[in-house]
């Protein structure tokens, strides 16, 4: 089963984290995605650009419309992800819980990814 591990933080706190405390953080993701390599549960993930290079596309009345965003008021962004294999729910947990930021006291959000439903063959 595919899990999704979103990792949420405040970006103005991490902008505002002396270079060599966010330094220690950069080598202990890097040692946590080794860990998730070695273990063949590591799928892709990544760190996002923060919230401010965001886009929002809607389509209203059949036509896109497109804003810088996203203006959520919240505490904390959506920073990175995670997307790993596992077996079961209590291995993306215990997965979920060795992220660097989430030892930190940051959220780390688990959700299993819902397959594709993909159209028969010959159905258009």
């Known amino acids: 089963m595919q899990y999704m591990l ?3 933080g405040d970006e103005q706190r991490w902008a505002a984290m002396p270079e060599e405390t966010r330094n220690a953080f950069f080598g202990e993701f890097a040692a946590y995605g080794n860990a998730l390599e070695e273990a063949g549960a ?3 993930g990544s760190a996002l650009q923060p919230t401010a290079t ?3 596309v809607r389509v209203e009345d059949g036509e896109p419309l497109i804003t ?5 008021e919240t505490k904390e962004q959506l920073g990175g992800y995670y997307l790993i294999d596992v ?3 209590d291995e993306a947990l215990e997965w979920a819980a060795r992220i660097p930021s989430a030892k930190a006291g940051q959220p780390v959000e688990v959700r299993p990814l819902q397959p594709m439903r993909r159209p028969a063959e010959g159905v258009a």
């Open 6 to 8: 979103l990792i949420y």
């Open 42 to 44: 590591l799928v892709a």
């Open 54 to 56: 965001a886009t929002v």
């Open 68 to 72: 810088d965003g996203p203006f959520a």
């Open 87 to 89: 077996e079961t729910l």
